[in-house]
């Protein structure tokens, strides 16, 4: 087989080459899925509740377009806003279904008072006068009667206006949705189409264009657009960005490590050619299957990247090795050797170690193990088959290693080894009284349940989330659905009213963090004075008011609460995103059980901010059962690997040790676990297992010919600076995810990157030094296994080094790592 690598290398690489050149040019590129149902499993309850809501009540997609004006209320200001809601609508925007504006709302108390004055009409006068008024407000022409705020204003004289403000500001329906307490301040209101009938990036994109040109024509500060379609979009936008840009700058970073260490060109070629090919025919066959990425999608391709330095980097360092001491083909033919198993094996290692990730009950984490687990499987074998043109090249572009040099970085790793052999004991207490204080962190991890901090600060969702959550409360939506019948009474209204009052009541510390409740409460009674009649004329009102509302043109205004042929109705409830998740928590808990006390089991709470919520509940409880199934799934290999279940659990020590260090430090940094910084354990995991395969099978092959010290030394003279190249440039490429916009992948990156530093030092010292106090354990004899004081010295280091290095015809250090 490597004769055959060997001879067919330029084919190989020719056909490589002309695959990825015809993937660039002509190979389909996978789409991402802009919902929140990407979350989810299609069989999830969570998801299926959700559903049905959207199903009965229309989805709860909406956008707030918020703006600064001082004349709101206003013939000018109610214009003003009349002109933003024609920007944004369905007819200049296709994602839009609906958008609702304060010059288009009704007087609602103007409404009440119509229908008080109609009730004390005697019998005979009532129904004529509640046909005349049905007619009326079918034609209603919302833009100039009275009846409405845009009409009403208009037509107000100063008196009047400041009247009608006041009455805006105190009415629920108004308040905190449509205009803020100073009536400086209002929002325009757009209800998007189902995320699957139009792309949600571009309709926010365009949704931001015509309000920032609305506010420009008018020399108004930037509008804020906010809402739970926004998060989405914004993270899907990120991270189709975020795959370009980071793609680019690990390919760079991990080009330049690779050159700075063997001084290669073309082994800095091998492994973006790999990973670059791989990702172009994962991305085309994703296409071809109809399958789209989820928000874990973005910086797939440059892990995959990333992910193949580890075999890149030991092929390259043997290589040079070998190359001091043989012509470039033996040189080429004794690395294949030498390497193929150990490759092969870390690869079908890390790949079940990412594919447990398939075990999770959260789609993007399941999508994100089952893809770079099959990709990083495929392109280290992609790798191996590439090496023989960066061993063999057809020109050189390399400054090449001179025959009988030595590696200054072999004789620092035979004195690193040599000092962990001498003090083995030392060596595991320091590891150990570092790692373990740290590891106690873990105690500490909390969830980030607030996506608002998914982005950076400087980003405009960001601000404009904080400038719309300190002006109209917050923007977080939940909705309770609860049984009603199929016709309204007013103890069903009553029973929503109290509903309101607990849920609004939650939370007496932070009155901020139930911002709002909405329900057929709010539209039918907002000023309570409906509750107040007697009970005949109670029903009476009440049914003459769904008789207008329903001949009206916001007849749909209220289908958002009631469905009558559902027999269900909806309370909606708006929450602070930036807090606590326990607070979070408490208020969906607590706002479900009062609405069950009133309306019985069947009640429910969904919504948007609650699935985000529950994604990543999901995601923290599957995280140590993944974790759980990866490190089982290596072990196993290990195992098999080794013949030896001792041998393996050792090995899988500094890989734990260095997932407990990286854990424990985010919780003492107060790193929250979210979708991304969830997945830093099995990464890690999966990461730090190569580069312990590479150094444990030279060392386990070497053991049977050599004695104990001989091939603990060889085996790390060789692999030690391929764990370093390894390590270096796994760690700088994870590092480039901090160019990002979204802060789960900067601290997934940075997180990982420190993971992989931990793991080396794992490999490169806490290894060697429990084989030696394993070896020490096994020579002495039964007798004395509890008496002996100390074992014999070891050899001095310059038996050991001897022994570990090939003779050398100029003893001169080359100068390069490799």
């Not at 090249?393 to 090449?400: G, T």
């Amino acid at each position: 087989m490597i004769e055959i690598l060997l001879r067919s290398r330029y084919v190989v690489g020719s056909i490589v080459l002309a695959l990825l050149a015809y993937l660039v040019v002509f190979g389909e590129r996978v789409g991402y899925e802009q919902s929140i149902g990407s979350f989810f499993a299609e069989d999830d309850p969570a998801m299926r509740v959700y559903q049905d809501a959207a199903a009965t009540f229309g989805d709860d997609n909406f956008v707030f377009l918020v703006y600064d004006d001082p004349e709101v209320v206003s013939a000018a200001g109610v214009d003003r806003a009349a002109e933003l809601a024609a920007a944004v609508s369905p007819a200049a925007i296709p994602g839009v279904v609906r958008v609702e504006s304060i010059d288009a709302m009704p007087l609602v108390w103007a409404l009440d008072d119509a229908l008080l004055t109609l009730d004390k009409l005697p019998n005979f006068a009532r129904k004529p006068a509640m046909d005349a008024a049905r007619r009326a407000v079918k034609n209603i022409d919302l833009k100039t009667n009275s009846m409405t705020v845009g009409g009403a204003v208009r037509g107000a004289d100063a008196a009047r206006r400041a009247a009608i403000q006041e009455r805006l500001v105190k009415n629920a329906l108004f308040v905190g949705t449509l205009i803020d307490p100073t009536a400086t301040t209002t929002a325009v209101v757009a209800r998007l189409r189902k995320t699957n009938e139009h792309d949600v990036v571009a309709t926010v994109r365009q949704l931001r264009e015509k309000a920032d040109a609305f506010a420009a024509r008018h020399g108004l500060a930037r509008p804020a657009v906010v809402g739970p379609p926004v998060l989405l979009a914004d993270g899907f936008a990120s991270i189709e960005i975020d795959g370009r840009r980071l793609a680019a700058v690990g390919m760079i970073l991990i080009a330049l490590v690779t050159l700075s260490a063997v001084r290669s060109v073309w082994w800095a070629i091998v492994p973006i050619v790999a990973g670059w090919t791989v990702w172009l025919a994962t991305e085309a066959l994703l296409h071809a299957l109809g399958i789209r990425l989820s928000l874990s999608g973005g910086p797939l391709v440059a892990q995959i990247i990333v992910l193949t330095m580890p075999a890149a980097s030991h092929l390259a360092i043997h290589f040079r090795d070998d190359r001091r001491k043989m012509a470039p083909r033996p040189a080429a033919r004794t690395t294949l050797r030498a390497v193929l198993t150990p490759i092969l094996w870390t690869a079908a290692t890390g790949a079940i170690g990412y594919l447990a990730l398939v075990t999770s009950d959260v789609m993007p984490i399941r999508q994100f193990g089952a893809i770079l687990g099959s990709c990083t499987l495929i392109a280290a074998v992609l790798v191996m088959a590439l090496a023989p043109v960066a061993m063999l090249p057809p020109f050189p572009m390399e400054i090449p290693v001179r025959q009988g040099s030595k590696s200054r970085v072999s004789a620092a790793m035979n004195r690193l080894t040599l000092l962990v052999h001498r003090q083995p004991t030392i060596v595991v207490a320091t590891v150990a009284a570092v790692t373990l204080p740290l590891a106690v962190g873990m105690f500490r991890l909390t969830y980030e349940t607030n996506y608002i901090n998914l982005f950076k600060p400087a980003t405009r969702v960001v601000r404009d989330y904080k400038r719309v959550e300190s002006k109209l409360g917050g923007i977080g939506l939940v909705e309770i659905v609860a049984p009603v019948g199929s016709t309204l009474d007013f103890d069903a209204v009553a029973k929503l009213e109290r509903v309101g009052g607990v849920i609004r009541g939650l939370t007496p510390e932070d009155p901020r963090a139930v911002a709002q409740v909405l329900s057929l409460a709010t539209v039918l009674d907002p000023d309570g004075r409906i509750a107040a009649l007697a009970p005949d004329a109670r029903a009476r009102v009440l049914a003459d008011k769904l008789d207008l509302i329903a001949a009206s043109p916001q007849a749909s205004l209220l289908r958002n609460f009631w469905n009558p042929e559902a027999k269900q109705t909806r309370i909606l409830v708006r929450l602070l995103e930036q807090q606590p998740a326990a607070t979070k928590a408490s208020i969906f808990r607590r706002a479900e059980d009062a609405a069950r006390a009133e309306f019985g089991p069947d009640a429910y709470l969904t919504g948007l901010s609650y699935l985000m919520t529950k994604t990543t509940e999901g995601v923290v409880a599957t995280q140590w059962s993944t974790f759980a199934w990866s490190a089982f799934g290596i072990l196993a290999m290990l195992t098999l690997a080794f013949r030896s279940p001792a041998l393996a659990a050792l090995a899988l020590l500094p890989t734990l040790l260095s997932v407990a260090f990286v854990l424990g430090l985010m919780g003492w940094l107060s790193i929250k676990l979210d979708i991304a910084t969830a997945l830093v354990a099995s990464v890690a995991l999966g990461l730090s297992v190569d580069d312990t395969f590479h150094c444990l099978i030279q060392y386990h092959r070497l053991r049977k010919t050599r004695g104990f010290r001989r091939s603990l030394f060889a085996s790390y003279a060789v692999s030690g600076p391929g764990v370093l190249l390894s390590s270096l440039a796994v760690a700088v490429g994870f590092l480039a995810l901090r160019t990002s916009e979204f802060e789960p992948f900067v601290n997934f990156g940075t997180m990982v990157a420190v993971a992989t530093g931990g793991s080396t030092l794992g490999n490169l010292l806490l290894l060697p030094a429990c084989l030696t106090l394993g070896e020490r354990r096994r020579r002495r004899p039964p007798a004395l296994v509890a008496t002996t004081p100390a074992p014999a010295a070891p050899a001095p280091a310059s038996d050991v080094a001897a022994s570990a290095a090939a003779p050398s015809a100029d003893p001169r250090p080359s100068g390069n790592l490799g």
